[in-house]
């Protein structure tokens, strides 16, 4: 059974940063990307980041490069997203998926595992 697990989530004032952490487990192929998904009540779920399976390539949604950084140890089977400067309008659910296959991907229907989200909530 496959199982994403996100953490690190929290309050955190405006300016400041969080490193989200996302445990997979369950995953019997060596080879998907991974992504980072974020979305707020009445909003439709939004791209964050992504990274392939060898860590060598990884997308960003426009607005969030240079603040945000996704990374994965492979052997860890663990996925990070290191974010900082945060800003009040980062504040939302945010999701950790996994994607068969080695490719990166901004399309949330792309993916085929879903974690149960942290929330990540930034103060003026």
């Known amino acids: 059974q496959v199982q994403l697990v996100e953490s690190g989530g929290g309050l955190v004032q405006a300016g400041g940063s969080l490193r989200l952490s996302c445990a997979a487990s369950?995953?019997?192929?060596?080879?998907?990307?991974m992504g980072w998904f974020r979305q707020v009540p009445g909003k439709e779920r939004e791209f964050v980041a992504s990274?392939?399976?060898?860590?060598?390539?990884?997308d960003y949604a426009n607005s969030l490069k240079g603040r945000f950084t996704i990374s994965r140890d492979n052997v860890k089977n663990t996925v990070y997203l290191q974010m900082n400067s945060l800003k009040p309008e980062d504040t939302a659910e945010y999701y950790c998926?996994?994607?068969?296959?080695?490719?990166?991907?901004?399309?949330?229907?792309?993916?085929?595992?879903w974690g149960q989200g942290t929330q990540v909530t930034v103060s003026s």
């Open positions: 998926a996994a994607k068969l296959g080695p490719y990166v991907s901004r399309r949330w229907n792309e993916y085929d595992y």
């Open positions: 369950g995953l019997t192929r060596s080879n998907y990307a």
């Open positions: 990274i392939a399976w060898s860590g060598a390539y990884t």
